[in-house]
């Protein structure tokens, strides 16, 4: 056995010839593989530190991938290196902000351009009253409230494809469409997430009220047009940033909020490119500070037709605060209906707990970019197969998994709540039969 030490503290074993990628999955190194390791995605990548020579060479596929991004020969993709030493590695992506950033910089190296102009949908967040609920709060007090509305806020904006732009003050400025996305696309991703936001500072502010005696109240504004992203500051402290009208448009969407009452605010191009997709209140046509032209500004209450991705991502929310104990009831209630099932579980059940909640957690961040996941999801159905899983535990898994959403959840547990799991645990499942099925047609010797 040889020993792969990360960086950040953690040293696992991986066997001679094993890749590295495969060790982490293996040890529950958090590690992300989002093409399932055929060398397309480059997220699994990694920056040997040392041990250089004792794995293998670049393999064609990453040849081409090192050759088109111009990688030195310490930065190799995980996916393709087997270890026959001990090394020292550093994992370059490790959150999903990372891999927006990587995407950023991959289409600016394919373009060869420093700045690019493009179509976004751009979201500005606010909170209500901010200054004057906390002029007599202790420094550490307003840190923590705006630590916790911050985490809750950008979580929803990753798990919907958005790109962090900034915080500024208690404001945060998101943006959607950066990978290039069909203008409704963006649009749909940006305002789920506006939605899902004012879901969060709902479930969180009889929490601050309770605890700092702050309320969480936000108004969100959001517009759709062209900006550029670029790289600016210091060449040695850079960022990548949106610039332009459209994100002075939805920051001035976003301060009309308070006064027409509206906790999302669209501006007529967002509503446009999701044309009969909204559930709209009040129209209005008003001038924005420093424009010269009035903009038509609508209320968005959320979705005509309920959207699965939100409806999965918002109960997952609610529970997030109990996952261990989810998990925990989970594997009770899967057991008790199909004792024959535990023996394939060859983990100690809190670690088991601990997989089907990180997995649980990666899938409902990857709905919203199945495409990008497809690759992880059958090389997990893969694994299973290989465990003794066959095709119909999947019903069983989903049955379990759907009782305890019930108990979790309670009434809160609506009938399109439930649709909306099951189709998805339909998607995810088709997946890794599919993955399955290919380890039946070539068995792992
Ligand atoms: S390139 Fe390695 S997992 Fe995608």
Redesign the pocket.
Known sequence: MHRITYSHGVTIEASSGQTL?DASIENRVPHH????????????RVRILDGLSQVSARTPLEEQVAAQRGWDDFTR????TRIYGNVVARRLLQSPQDVVVLDLDELGASSGAEERELDVAVLFCDIRNFTSQTERSLPYDVVYFLNGHFAAAAEVVLNNNGFIDKYIGDGLLAVFGIRGEAPAVACRNAVRAAIGMQDAATRLSPIFERDLNISLRIGIGVHFGPAILGHVGHPGKRQITVIGNTVNVASRIERMTKQLNAPILLSDSVVTHLSGALRLGVSNKLRLKGTSEAALLHACDGFISPDPIHLVQSSFHRIAPRLIAFGERFYTILFEANPELRPLFKNDLAAQQRILVSMLSSLVKGLNRIADIK?GVRELGQRHCRYGASMNHYNKVASALLLTLVEFLGDEFSPEMRAAWIAVFGTISSLMIEGAQTVEAAPVA
């Open positions: 990628l593989h989002q093409c399932g390791g055929q060398a397309r995605c480059t997220t699994c993709l995980a996916c393709q690759g």
